[in-house]
């Protein structure tokens, strides 16, 4: 894995804008979210429902500790951190909640906070620990966290408390919620990278993600390299049904696959976006529409979609190719013996 070394001292982004490190299907994906009929009800009655803001921000004051100089000293300070990284006005409120399970997440409307699982406080060093945080900075940044709030809620709230939902069908909104969200998981993936501008680090967090402890890394029982070994070969097996496998595995997910998560990001490295944005080429805050107009970002969420549709359709053609090579090969050892 090559690139700029990480530095001592992070480089900082004044007034960088989330569309500087979006992935091209980010935007699409929302867009299409936003489009299906009555999701913008949906989003206000269940906001309304919850409180607004004050009602959201208290379900997590109740139930998690909120981070500061005398609590989660560590996790405080790099949320500090990397806020002035990235030049936000605000430090989001952090939180910690207690959970073997790991994950993180990013809430709110108007005025985000972070939560963190406590296994990831118990699984993660210190930089691996910043690319997390970073990774939820940029969903800050991004204006993710009112959807993805949205998304928690739909997703894992039982039906019979949000009885205005019985009325519409909920298959379609269900899969465009996962859409964006996994899309909207790659784009902060590469804000938790500029946010620690460390790349080991970053492919560390997402191999720890997939089956880490505590430990493990450094006893030996985990190597990075067989990981993205690993992930290579994932992207790349695509014989019989494999694609339509990999398709199906992944409809009924929020996050994309770990080892996905790792190439993607490793690809965004090789072809020189990160390096370019470390050197001050990116987008400020308050310039994205003049800097991307919207017909400039549906094009590019368009050939983004038809290049992966046409890929699909060309693994899928190449397996089934194989397949009959494969059958005309035994068909013809048969007949010869």
Do not use: C
Request: overall charge neutral; hydrophobic content about 45%.
């Amino acid at each position: 894995m090559t690139s700029l070394p990480a530095p001592r001292q992070r480089i900082r982004f004044p007034d960088i804008a989330g569309v500087s490190w979006e992935h091209p299907a980010d935007r699409a994906a929302l867009q299409a979210l936003r489009a299906i009929p009555g999701f913008d009800d949906i989003v206000r009655k269940v906001v309304g429902i919850l409180g607004g803001e004050r009602g959201i921000r208290l379900l997590f004051q109740g139930g998690a500790v909120r981070t500061g100089v005398t609590q989660f000293p560590r996790a405080h300070g790099l949320m500090v951190e990397v806020a002035t990284t990235f030049d936000w006005p605000k430090i989001p409120e952090l939180y910690v909640a207690q959970t073997p399970v790991f994950n993180a997440g990013t809430y709110g409307v108007d005025d985000p906070f972070i939560v963190l699982h406590s296994a990831a406080l118990e699984i993660l060093d210190e930089d691996e620990l910043r690319v997390l945080i970073a990774h939820e900075m940029g969903h800050v940044v991004s204006g993710h966290s009112l959807y993805r709030t949205i998304a928690e809620i739909l997703l894992n709230v039982s039906l019979s408390a949000l009885p205005f939902l019985a009325g519409i069908a909920l298959l379609p909104l269900r899969l465009a919620i996962l859409e964006w969200s996994r899309k909207a998981e790659l784009s902060s993936d590469r804000a938790g990278l500029l946010g620690s501008q460390n790349v080991l680090a970053t492919q560390q967090l997402f191999m720890k993600m997939a089956g880490g402890s505590r430990g493990a890394l450094a006893s030996g029982q985990m190597n990075l390299d067989a990981f993205m070994a690993q992930a290579n070969e994932y992207l790349t097996t695509n014989e019989g049904l494999d694609v339509v496998y990999k398709i199906l595995n992944t409809l009924a997910l929020t996050h994309p696959m770990h080892t996905v998560r790792a190439a993607e990001l490793q690809k965004w490295v090789t072809n020189g976006e990160y390096d370019s944005i470390l050197r001050g080429e990116y987008t400020r805050r308050g310039a994205e529409a003049k800097a991307r107009p919207l017909r400039d970002e549906v094009k590019a969420a368009s050939d983004h979609y038809t290049n992966e549709a046409r890929e699909v359709v060309s693994q899928v053609k190449d397996a089934a190719k194989r397949a009959a090579d494969r059958a005309r090969d035994a068909f013809r050892k048969a007949q010869q013996s």
